[in-house]
């Protein structure tokens, strides 16, 4: 008989009202960083990417947190907190060579905490182990959000995530 599949975890089922919503679950995600995180965000225009790239980057100590924008012609920035916040936007790229260009692969393992808007662009890219946030707009200002954690070694940080986003999370039962 075949060995039971490993256990993947569910992801978590998050509810965000308002744009200082999504702000707050990027900060509590961003205290509970570890450096090389991976951090993947797939929403369209206007889901709330960028406004949860700021709350990651108050929670990871960055001072100027309040002017993370989204670097879509840039690609690449990069914020000084306890821990470096790499925030790349792949909106624009077609392929996951122009992100393997930039160094991407040297960038997640440097030790920072990398986060990438529009991740789904440049999928072939990612690392392994790596965090993915999918974020949908509900209409008005209510965004529904799944939290996945994807590799050997992620999985197991859920239950602390989950239990510092208790406040949002989506009772499914
Ligand atoms: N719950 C919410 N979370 C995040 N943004 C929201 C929310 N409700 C409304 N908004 C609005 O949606 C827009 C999101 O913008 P932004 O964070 O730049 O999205 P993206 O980076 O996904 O394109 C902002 O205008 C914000 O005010
Ligand atoms: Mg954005």
């Known amino acids: 008989m075949a060995p039971p599949k490993k256990q993947v975890n569910a992801p978590l089922h ?6 200082e919503e999504t702000v707050k679950i990027g900060e509590e995600i961003g205290k509970l960083c ?4 991976v951090i993947c965000l797939q929403g ?4 709330g990417k960028t406004h ?6 108050k929670g990871l100590g960055v001072e100027n947190a309040n002017e993370v924008t989204s670097p879509t012609y840039v690609l690449l920035k990069k914020y000084r907190g306890n821990i470096i916040l790499y925030h790349f936007d792949a909106y624009r790229l077609d392929h996951a060579d122009e992100m393997a260009e930039i160094g991407c692969e040297e960038v997640f393992s ?5 986060v990438i808007e529009w ?6 890219c990612l690392p392994e182990e790596h965090f993915l946030l999918t974020i949908r707009i509900k209409g008005g200002s209510c965004r529904d959000m799944l939290l996945g954690a994807f590799g050997p070694e992620l999985p197991r940080r ?9 406040k949002w999370k989506v009772d499914e039962t």
């Open 14 to 19: 998050l509810r965000s009202e308002g744009p």
């Open 34 to 37: 570890n450096p090389n995180d």
């Open 44 to 47: 369209t225009l206007g889901a």
């Open 52 to 57: 949860f790239v700021k709350g990651l980057a």
């Open 110 to 114: 440097s030790g920072g905490v990398s």
């Open 119 to 124: 991740a789904d662009h440049v999928g072939d």
């Open 158 to 166: 859920m239950a602390q995530l989950e239990q510092a986003l208790e």
